[in-house]
T-cell receptor, first 111, second 112 residues
Framework: AQSVTQLDSQVPVFEEAPVELRCNYSSSVSVYLFWYVQYPNQGLQLLLKYLSGSTLVKGINGFEAEFNKSQTSFHLRKPSVHISDTAEYFCAVRVTDKLIFGTGTRLQVFP | EAGVAQSPRYKIIEKRQSVAFWCNPISGHATLYWYQQILGQGPKLLIQFQNNGVVDDSQLPKDRFSAERLKGVDSTLKIQPAKLEDSAVYLC??????????FGAGTRLSVL
């Protein structure tokens, strides 16, 4: 069965520091991977997705993620975070057209 | 382009009461999803519609939850009777091509 593991429930970081949010998946079929962001009291917004092709995917707000098939990972990175990046981040795998989400990582950016 | 609209944004009820949530998807999106997001967890799919037909309701607790999309546009999710463990955010999402999903802001339900 397909599943997603987000290893860190919370990641505190200072403004302008780099950050990496970790995501590992398990799937027996071809994978389509997503990162969503959820700001307080809002719905989920798509940050980026990997469907095929280049393993380095660039998304909105300066985020990028790298698909690593051998390590079954899809970690999210940003070289310099802002206070406004404080939010919950969800990694997801799509199976047919259904999304299976991880438990989320709360990114807290401090001034 | 208007996004996915959901109402109400918040609802507080007592256990054993009934509650209904409404969702209006993005215009032209044939696929509509309802998710349940319990605090500290990722969203979990409850039901998926394609136009006015159900594609997948395998995770819907059918003894108390029901959903409909009669005209293939907006949708209603109902819980009757509610239990304490139903406290969650209920998210609606829609998709044009069954690939990218667009989410509404959700309805936060508190069952006391």
């Amino acid at each position: 069965a397909q599943s997603v593991t987000q290893l860190d429930s919370q990641v505190p970081v200072f403004e302008e520091a780099p950050v990496e949010l970790r995501c590992n998946y398990s799937s027996s079929v071809s994978v389509y991977l997503f990162w969503y962001v959820q700001y307080p009291n809002q719905g989920l917004q798509l940050l980026l997705k990997y469907l095929s092709g280049s393993t380095l995917v660039k998304g909105i707000n300066g985020f990028e993620a790298e698909f690593n098939k051998s390590q079954t990972s899809f970690h999210l990175r940003k070289p310099s975070v802002h206070i406004s990046d404080t939010a919950e981040y969800f990694c997801a795998v799509r199976v047919t057209d259904k999304l299976i989400f991880g438990t989320g990582t709360r990114l807290q950016v401090f001034p | 382009e208007a996004g996915v609209a959901q109402s109400p944004r918040y609802k507080i009820i007592e256990k054993r009461q009934s509650v209904a949530f409404w969702c209006n998807p993005i215009s032209g999106h044939a696929t509509l999803y309802w998710y349940q997001q319990i605090l500290g967890q990722g969203p979990k799919l409850l039901i998926q519609f394609q136009n006015n037909g159900v594609v997948d309701d395998s995770q819907l607790p059918k003894d108390r939850f029901s959903a409909e999309r009669l005209k293939g546009v907006d949708s209603t999710l109902k819980i009757q009777p509610a239990k304490l463990e139903d406290s969650a955010v209920y998210l609606c999402a829609s998709s044009f091509d069954r690939e990218d999903q667009y989410f509404g802001a959700g309805t936060r339900l508190s069952v006391l």
